[in-house]
């Protein structure tokens, strides 16, 4: 089946760890994106890559870092230095920039 | 700068009645496209509809329609019959043709439809 698959569906960490989310699609699909959503609000973009080796910054990047080796995978970084990691975090992948973004099934990441 | 307001945090209807969730969009771009996204208790978001800045005709997906009116820059969707399964969170959402192919989105309407 193709899709984005992302693992894994709860992570829990202790303060000052980083963590990785990760991200996989079997899709071909070009560009790959990472979202960050909180209770009772929509969701925000964290970072963007359009192809492999290359990525930009969205609205809140501070804190997170990014991979783009391959073009199936696109992990995200949560690193200590993000002030509230807690949230529920969101791949997308498309075809290009202008296609329609295709969603993961989400990671529910808990820092205490 | 892009923004999306759905002024409607929680809508509470019974099974069978019908219920339109308001979507006000602001951008100062001619070329556009709007989206509604579904998210499920599941948290996965699922794509609905797509709609561009330059098609004005309203959608209707079997129970599902859309009114885009440019004129008051909404986008509005409407649940006909709604069923319990319609139960999730809605999202409206905003791209425009620079910047990445970022989704600008509204905060969601919880809906909850109850027997």
């Known amino acids: 089946d193709g899709g984005i698959t992302q693992s894994p569906k709860y992570l829990f960490r202790k303060e000052g760890q980083n963590v990785t989310l990760s991200c996989e699609q079997n899709?071909?699909?070009?560009?790959m994106y990472w979202y960050r959503q909180d209770p009772g609000q929509g969701l925000r973009l964290i970072y963007y890559?359009?192809?492999?080796?290359?990525?930009q910054k969205g609205d809140i990047a501070e804190g997170y870092s990014v991979s783009r080796e391959k073009k199936e995978s696109f992990p995200l970084t949560v690193t200590s230095a993000q002030k509230n990691p807690t949230a529920f975090y969101l791949c997308?992948?498309?075809?290009?920039?202008?296609?329609?973004?295709?969603f993961g099934p989400g990671t529910r990441l808990t820092v205490t | 700068a892009q923004k999306v307001t759905q002024a409607q945090t929680e809508i509470s209807v019974v099974e069978k009645e019908d219920v339109t969730l308001d979507c006000v969009y602001e951008?100062?771009?001619?070329?556009?496209?709007l989206f509604w996204y579904k998210q499920p208790p599941s948290g996965e978001l699922v794509f609905l509809i797509r709609r561009n800045s330059f098609d004005e005709q309203n959608e209707i997906s079997g129970r599902y329609s859309w009114n885009f009116q440019k004129s008051t820059s909404s986008f509005n969707f409407t649940i006909t019959a709604s069923q319990v399964v319609d139960s999730a969170v809605y999202f409206c959402?905003?791209?425009?043709?620079?910047?990445?192919?970022?989704?600008?989105f509204g905060t969601g309407t919880q809906l909850k439809v109850e027997l």
């Open positions: 997308a992948s498309s075809i290009g920039l202008a296609g329609q973004q295709y």
């Open positions: 899709l071909n699909h070009d560009a």
């Open positions: 951008t100062r771009d001619t070329t556009y496209y």
């Open positions: 959402a905003l791209k425009t043709t620079g910047g990445g192919n970022k989704l600008t």
């Open positions: 890559s359009q192809i492999v080796n290359d990525f």
